[in-house]
């Protein structure tokens, strides 16, 4: 083994980029070579020098900010042309439907889509035998767009494949991982601001999971409506103190909603912790600038509490 | 950002890298289909590691900002175009690494004090202030070295070429893989592996008196 294929490849043994062989063989050399083992040290040294700087990390107020930038950006931004063209848009035609209001026993209406094949005659020849299908008929069902038409050489045989939408109802408690699975999906996806707040309030009751929180968390960042961010909120506020992530989506409402309300109660919930950095750091950010006169004042109050850092 | 949790279980925490793949998949697809909210929820899950690089490569939260800006929108004009060949996390990990290449090659600053970040105001501070120290009391002469440290080795990274400052920076302080690396840059894992050597022996030449 060549001390010069050793120097060669003594970084990547540092940064644990070689592979097992060729490590093994370069571990066998270093434990003859006092040259290369030396090598090895000063590489290690020069490593840990490097590692013993941490990187800062992007403050909590320029994540925010850049995600307020980015939200108002992609307002106007249209996505490229081609798939939108091409590809059909279930969630555009959801919002012709009337959805119902999620009941307190959970049940709530989905839809789904499915899969069918059905045989039709080319047009122009005489009629044949009826069309067979293995689906309810396309008058109990909506067309949502066609898979595939083939026709089978020297026949009149068409056979068209479709999908269709037909409304579901399920009903259970909210232990039941399905109903939490459909809340999931309605926190998030939902176009009617209603059902959103009506999953979000029940999903309040399971913030344990930690998908729950996900989707609370998620709620509380993107909603559009207030209310349903409120309630977000609510869900959350037991989990400020133990959950890092919790905290930080509290402090970019309080430091970013669009919503005074909501940036009060996130100012009440943060009120336990405003002796962390990250907290205290945003509290005199706000004690110096914010737009706001009443939370101007009440991070003032905060900061007042807290002692003196030397 | 982390969550809190004293005993981490290593199958729920892959059942959770699962999960958060599968995740991705849908937000994709959905946002493919125009759902906004599905490409906002994807941005949560890369931004904060988007901002990082942008903010360490550029230099300013401003150019950061700006940077972030640009590959998210970038992402998003063209999420039509994604066919899954690579994961997300690869594919706009590339869109601003190339950003940012963009950016140091038109930089051409030397610097040889410490490293200075703007604020949104205007007003500077030094990047090292923002690293908390644990301590009650911290040792001043320590915090001397430290910030003497931290400035010889951004002049150091600022004399390596764009490319070799690109894979340092994706390696050392990003801890991805070579291979990824490769992947992110358009390149083979032997070249990301003979620019990574490159990078660390110049380094070396430029922080040899303080080891």
Known sequence: MKCEWVRENITLQVYGELADDARHELEQHVARCADCAAELKVEREFHALLSAEREAEPSPNLLAASRMKLQEALETAEQGGFWRRLAFDPANWLRQVNFSPALASAILMVGFAGGLGISYEVFGHPPGPPATTKAPAPAEASITGIQSITQEPGSNQIDIKYNTVSTLETQGSLNDQRIQQLLLFAARNNYNSGVRMDSVDLLTKKPDVLQVRDALIYALQYDTNPGVRLKALDGLGGFVKDDVQVRDAVLQALVSDSNPGVRTEAMRLIEPVKADGSVRGVLMTLAAKDQSQYIKSQARTMLAQLPEID | ?211
């Open chain 2, 1 to 211: 950002m982390e969550r809190v949790s004293e005993n981490r279980d290593p199958t729920r925490d892959r059942m959770a890298g699962q999960a958060h793949r599968i995740d991705d998949t849908i937000l994709i697809r959905e946002a493919q289909h125009g759902n906004r909210a599905a490409f906002e929820e994807l941005v949560r899950h890369y931004d904060q590691a988007v901002l990082r690089l942008a903010l360490h490569l550029t230099g300013t939260e401003q150019d950061a900002q700006d940077v972030y800006q640009d590959a998210f929108l970038k992402a998003y004009k063209n999420i039509g175009s994604f066919r899954f060949e690579c994961s997300f996390y690869t594919w706009i990990y590339r869109i601003v690494t190339n950003l940012c290449l963009d950016h140091l090659r038109k930089k051409n600053v030397r610097k040889e004090d410490a490293p200075v970040v703007k604020d949104g105001d205007g007003g500077e501070y030094d990047l090292l202030d923002q690293v908390p120290d644990g301590r009650a009391g911290a040792n001043p002469e320590r915090d001397l070295m430290r910030r003497q440290l931290g400035a010889r080795i951004s002049g150091a990274l600022e004399r390596l070429t764009p490319r070799e400052r690109m894979v340092f920076e994706l390696k050392h302080y990003h801890g991805l893989k070579l291979r990824t690396v490769g992947e992110i840059l358009h390149t083979t894992e032997e070249t990301a592996k003979n620019t990574l050597f490159r990078a660390t022996q110049k380094l070396r030449g430029q922080l040899a008196d303080m080891r």
